[in-house]
């Protein structure tokens, strides 16, 4: 049973150009989370999403930032637009329900030049 | 003041050593959790709990619900254990919310 996989592992971006952030979530896990570690700094929530849906985006910065769950396929993390800020590693997590144990990706670093 | 508090910040320990890594939140909370974080690397969940203790190999943990305190303990530490160890708490809805992380470092 594949854990949580993330890809790419690392990714380089220039100013101004888009990343994507790809999640697949366990087998038989319906929920995602994403969350940001700045250099430097703690794990910080981004949001949570469930199947078509997005449950919970307080940790999501207001402009450039958006993600789904589609039906079939990873969850996508999109940045538009990247800036050096944006440097960080995203770390995305699953759980079969809410309440129960997140388990987490590898994480994707992403570097903005 | 962060909702979840860690202490201490960084941990240096003899191989053999006994570990002890302090939790302290500020919120209401439905679980905690304690983390692992390898240099570069993943993030591994070592313990979920909600009241009580628990026990995995050389790791113990356990919280206080009353005192909103939860401790992570390390018998015979070893230097594998080097790693960041994070404390994270389920509060309202399902995020979690993170300590700042404890650098662990075992010398050998």
């Known amino acids: 049973n594949a854990g949580v996989m993330q890809n790419p592992r690392h990714l380089v971006r220039r100013r101004g150009q888009e990343a994507r952030l790809r999640c697949s979530p366990m087998?038989?896990?319906?929920?995602v989370y994403w969350y940001r570690q700045l250099p430097e700094e703690g794990l910080k929530f981004m949001v949570y999403?469930?199947?078509?849906?997005?449950?919970?985006e307080s940790g999501m910065p207001k402009e450039r930032f958006s993600a789904e769950f589609p039906k079939e396929g990873p969850s996508i993390l999109r940045i538009q637009q990247v800036v050096r800020g944006d440097s960080a590693a995203y770390f995305c997590?699953?759980?079969?329900?809410?309440?129960?144990?997140?388990?987490f990706g590898p994480g994707t670093r992403l570097t903005v030049t | 003041k962060n909702e979840v508090e860690q202490s201490p910040q960084n941990l240096t320990a003899q191989e053999g050593e006994f570990i002890t890594i302090n939790c302290s939140y500020s919120v209401g909370i439905s679980a905690l959790h304690w983390l692992q974080q390898h240099p570069g690397g993943g993030i591994v969940s070592l313990f979920m709990?909600?009241?009580g203790k628990k026990k995995h190999g050389r790791l113990i943990a356990t919280i206080n619900i009353q005192e909103k305190h939860s401790s992570l303990h390390i018998t015979a530490s070893h230097p594998r254990d080097s790693a960041v160890y994070i404390c994270a708490v389920t509060s309202y809805g399902n995020k979690l919310v993170f300590g700042a992380g404890t650098i662990l470092r075992v010398k050998s």
């Open positions: 999403l469930q199947k078509e849906n997005i449950i919970d």
């Open positions: 997590a699953s759980s079969a329900g809410q309440g129960n144990e997140q388990y």
């Open positions: 087998k038989g896990h319906s929920h």
């Open positions: 709990l909600s009241s």
